[in-house]
């Protein structure tokens, strides 16, 4: 697999000044390198403890879907408002450059009961403290986190109880 890192751009000032936006999406543009990163986050201990996985959108759906496939693991999506229909539970959460919410429809989450959170990039953890918090606040565990990226210096893991697993360290 060739050196992830430079498939990773980094877009400063966006979305809002003083933000360094690193962007993952490159990596799917090469599939040899897609491919054994998928195999590899599939291979996780985090994974084969979880009955199903929860992916945050919208790029963690990219991987999300393909470790799903890859792992035979049922994958549930975490929306942003006003994408996911019927009944829904729904938490806002602050970023480091604003506001959002995300939402899970009920009936996913009835039918398991330990997931594996996947996304793209792990900064400062509000997203993913989000989902945790969703998941906790029904009675649901959280085994761990599967993320392509994580920038180590902001140290988002430390807000959570559980393993955390990146592929990439800025």
């Not at 000032?13 to 799917?28: C, H, L, R, W």
């Not at 599939?42 to 945050?56: H, R």
């Not at 970023?95 to 009936?107: A, F, V």
Request: net charge positive.
């Amino acid at each position: 697999m060739e050196n992830l890192e430079k498939l990773i751009s980094t877009y400063e000032n966006y979305p809002k000044a003083g933000v360094s936006f690193k962007d993952v999406i490159e990596i799917v543009q090469h599939p040899s390198n897609f491919r054994q990163l998928i195999l590899e986050m599939a291979q996780s201990k985090i994974l084969k403890e979880a009955e199903a996985i929860i992916s945050i959108d919208a790029r963690g759906f990219i991987f999300g879907s393909a470790i799903s496939i890859q792992s035979s693991k049922p994958m549930i999506a975490a929306r942003k408002p006003g994408k996911l229909p019927g009944e829904l539970v729904t938490k806002k959460y602050t970023l480091e450059y604003g506001e959002n919410s995300l939402s899970i429809q009920k009936k996913a989450l009835k039918k398991y009961n330990s997931f594996a959170i996947i996304d793209d990039l792990l900064a400062t953890g509000g997203t993913v403290n989000c989902v945790s918090e969703l998941l906790n606040n029904n009675d649901k565990k959280v085994v761990g986190l599967l993320v392509v990226a994580e920038l180590s210096k902001l140290n988002g893991k430390s807000r959570f109880n559980f393993p955390v697993e990146s592929f990439i360290s800025f």
